[in-house]
């Protein structure tokens, strides 16, 4: 009786797993099915653009189908959704007027069944060009970057969504080498790492990442530690890998990348390898400007803007973090300003801001290389690409 319970138990347990338990999630039988939605920020000055564009892409070729467009809104560049889905918010890079601070941020209700963003409403960015925004892990405040004089903000969220004034701001302070880009500070970026505790902020104009803790109770930042980055490099934006022990900026002055291990007790990063986004000989303005990681760790990329127009690609060694440059990818297109890696890790979508195109390209799983699919769509000024489920 025994061995037949035990024969039993083991069939079970075969069946389980050949249904589809252990299957490999590239697979396309293993992907979420339905649609997945892509949002589009783009710059509506000179007047090409209409605000937020929405797309469709078909999980298995990638292919893009525009389903919709959001209320009527003012240089949205860059956005970030809710982590309820109900919601999106973006910038409105805007500069200023007779000293006073025309930037914004919008609040959106997302729509899929009508394929639609609805205005909520907008507050003050409390400075000038914000071009960075995120929303903290309790879904209750939004943090907005100002590049133009060196702020950043956060927003309280009200229940409906829309946004309240600014509950902190704080002004950085210093300077650079570079005396066309690094006169004062500019905060390009303010993100939450994967310890929730910590804020991280890169600055371009001081070579700084600021770092603070989340006061979730008061909606404030403290300041808890700066990290140096290369004088004259420029650290444009952060992405923290999988595994959470290490941290990589991509600075758009010097076209390096700089990897770091992560503290997880002052929140503060300690650099192990500086490696260049650019090719071998290249002395062309580099103009760095994304980077991110795929889901599963393995590989990282990072854009170069001006007259190079290509995505560096690197491999990651899993044991050290330490980034091997695999090659570079032309993308089709002039100023790469930001791209986006799909849920699944298996396509990359590069918004071309001033050739108003976005180009889909194919990641190897096993190489980490880029292959052109030959999906394209044209799209107004396009900055900022993000992914919804």
């Not at 035990?6 to 249904?19: D, E, G, K």
């Not at 133009?148 to 927003?155: D, E, L, Y």
Request: charge should be neutral.
């Amino acid at each position: 009786m025994k061995t037949i319970l035990a024969i039993l138990v083991t069939l079970i347990f075969l069946i389980t797993n050949i249904s589809g338990k252990d299957k490999d999630p590239m697979d396309s039988d293993a992907k979420k099915e339905g649609p997945i939605f892509l949002f589009i920020g783009t710059y509506t000055d000179p007047g090409k653009s209409q605000g937020i564009y929405i797309y469709q892409m078909d999980r298995v070729t990638g292919e893009l189908r525009k389903v919709g467009v959001s209320d009527k809104t003012v240089n949205p560049s860059y956005l970030v959704i809710h982590p309820n889905h109900k919601w999106l918010y973006a910038v409105n890079e805007l500069g200023e007027n007779n000293g006073k601070f025309l930037g914004g941020v919008s609040a959106f209700r997302i729509d899929l069944d009508k394929k639609k963003l609805e205005f909520i409403n907008s507050v003050s960015s409390r400075g000038s060009y914000p071009c960075h925004i995120s929303v903290d892990h309790t879904g209750k405040f939004v943090m907005t970057a100002n590049y133009g004089n060196g702020t950043v903000a956060v927003f309280p969220i009200r229940k409906d969504g829309s946004l309240a004034e600014a509950s902190f701001v704080d002004q950085h302070q210093g300077k650079g080498p570079n005396e066309k880009r690094q006169q004062g500070p500019h905060a390009h970026m303010i993100m939450q790492g994967f310890d929730h505790r910590f804020v991280y902020s890169n600055d371009l104009g001081i070579d700084k990442i600021l770092v603070y803790k989340i006061d979730t109770v008061r909606g404030k930042l403290v300041s808890c530690g700066e990290v140096p980055t290369m004088p004259g490099a420029g650290p444009r934006h952060l992405v923290f890998h999988p595994d959470r022990k290490w941290a990589y900026t991509v600075n758009e002055l010097n076209g390096t990348i700089e990897a770091f291990t992560v503290d997880k007790g002052t929140g503060l990063l300690n650099r192990f390898q500086v490696i260049s986004t650019l090719e071998k000989g290249e002395t062309r303005e580099p103009g760095s400007a994304a980077i991110h990681i795929t889901p599963n760790g393995k590989f990282l990329y990072a854009t170069n803007r001006g007259e190079i127009n290509n995505i560096a690609m690197f491999s990651i060694n899993q044991e050290k973090g330490e980034l091997q440059l695999l090659g570079h990818q032309p993308v089709k297109g002039k100023t790469p300003r930001n791209f986006v890696i799909d849920p699944s890790g298996a396509f990359v979508l590069i918004a071309n801001q001033n050739s108003d195109n976005v180009v889909a390209f194919q990641i190897d799983e096993q190489t980490g290389l880029l292959k052109d699919t030959g999906i394209e769509i044209s799209v107004p000024n396009p900055v900022c690409l993000k992914f919804l489920e």
